[in-house]
Nanobody, 119 residues
């Protein structure tokens, strides 16, 4: 089992910045990929950014050049960050942390943290 706890969401004006954090605990050694997804009202949950065990990152086209995913390792946890700059009203959504275990095909999800960007 992997537990994910997000933090850092909030209200920000357009052009501002926020940094989201996700602390993963439990069987973190089994995680192959971590990612941030977002879901706006009435929309599907879409991938925003991901980072795999080797460190390679991937971004949705809509956030390239504005968002940066990174991670820190501790003894029993992994923390993944999403630095969001030049925020736009269309970035408004609930942001979810995701961890994927390729060995068993299980996706783990956090409860989400809301981000609201005002114009």
């Amino acid at each position: 089992q992997v537990q994910l706890v997000e933090s850092g969401g909030g209200l920000v004006q357009a052009g501002g910045s926020l940094r989201l954090s996700c602390v993963a605990s439990g069987r973190v050694f089994a995680i192959n990929r971590m990612a941030w997804y977002r879901q706006a009202p009435g929309n599907e949950r879409d991938m925003v950014a991901s980072i795999v065990s080797g460190g390679t990152t991937n971004y949705a086209d809509s956030v390239k050049g504005r968002f940066t995913i990174s991670r820190d390792f501790a003894k029993n946890t992994v923390t993944v960050y999403l630095q969001m700059n030049s925020l736009k009203p269309e970035d408004t959504a609930v942001y979810y942390c995701n961890a994927y275990n390729a060995a068993n095909g299980i996706n783990y999800w956090g409860k989400g943290t809301p981000v609201t960007v005002s114009s």
